[in-house]
């Protein structure tokens, strides 16, 4: 299958690390102009490095206004991956009500910058992956006895690896998928299946 994103800007969140970086990288080897988009300007630093092509953005998406001018100085936009997450490590019980509501913000209220677009005729679709075998996935599920309570619950018996989660997102973001809108699609191994 020939993908093409030339003359395609496309905003990343999240790009400086894990899933994120690998798709920008992905996305500028297919010709798109990628715009990337970290709180962690060292983490951008060598992701032009790796790839001089790419723009890179360092802002805080848990600071809305600064957020809302940084993205407003690399628009037009064709696409975007809301990619930024965060995750606190924690029990539930013990979780901060600022891990909480970093959490929150980052993975819930960054959202509306998708939804906002519906209306110009832009398609909205979601992966969700389980567990990714990132950074920060081998960190919360690098004990291999506490991995292999959620492996076992996977038909697949694995966890994801990184390119396993960008060749959909790749796809979806490509004219191949013009048909497909509003979907949430799975990246688990069947573990929604069980």
């Given at each position: 299958?020939?993908i093409?994103?030339k003359?395609k800007?496309?905003?990343?969140?999240?790009?400086?690390?894990g899933?994120?970086?690998?798709?920008?990288?992905r996305?500028s080897?297919?010709?798109?102009?990628?715009?990337?988009l970290?709180?962690?300007?060292?983490?951008?630093?060598?992701?032009?490095?790796?790839?001089p092509?790419?723009?890179t953005?360092?802002?805080d998406?848990?600071?809305?206004?600064?957020?809302?001018?940084a993205?407003?100085?690399?628009?037009?936009?064709?696409?975007?991956?809301?990619?930024?997450?965060?995750a606190?490590?924690?029990?539930?019980?013990?979780?901060t009500e600022?891990?909480?509501?970093?959490t929150?913000?980052i993975?819930?209220?960054?959202?509306?910058?998708?939804?906002?677009?519906?209306?110009?005729?832009?398609?909205?679709?979601?992966?969700?992956?389980t567990?990714?075998?990132?950074a920060?996935?081998?960190?919360?599920w690098?004990d291999?006895e506490?991995?292999?309570?959620?492996?076992?619950?996977?038909p697949?018996?694995?966890?994801?690896e990184v390119?396993?989660?960008?060749?959909p997102?790749?796809?979806?973001?490509s004219?191949?998928?013009?048909?497909i809108?509003?979907?949430?699609?799975?990246?688990?191994?069947g573990?929604?299946?069980?």
């Amino acid at each position: 299958m020939n993908i093409s994103f030339k003359n395609k800007r496309i905003l990343i969140t999240g790009a400086g690390q894990g899933i994120g970086r690998e798709l920008a990288l992905r996305l500028s080897k297919f010709n798109g102009t990628v715009i990337a988009l970290s709180k962690t300007a060292s983490n951008l630093d060598s992701l032009k490095k790796q790839d001089p092509k790419i723009e890179t953005v360092a802002v805080d998406l848990a600071d809305w206004e600064a957020t809302r001018n940084a993205v407003k100085k690399v628009l037009p936009i064709d696409m975007l991956v809301n990619n930024a997450g965060v995750a606190c490590l924690a029990p539930f019980l013990q979780q901060t009500e600022q891990h909480f509501d970093l959490t929150m913000t980052i993975n819930v209220k960054s959202i509306t910058m998708a939804l906002e677009l519906g209306p110009h005729n832009i398609r909205v679709n979601a992966v969700n992956p389980t567990v990714v075998l990132t950074a920060m996935g081998k960190l919360g599920w690098g004990d291999p006895e506490k991995a292999r309570s959620m492996t076992e619950k996977i038909p697949l018996g694995r966890f994801a690896e990184v390119d396993e989660v960008i060749d959909p997102i790749v796809y979806l973001l490509s004219d191949r998928s013009s048909m497909i809108n509003g979907v949430a699609l799975p990246i688990d191994g069947g573990f929604l299946a069980t």
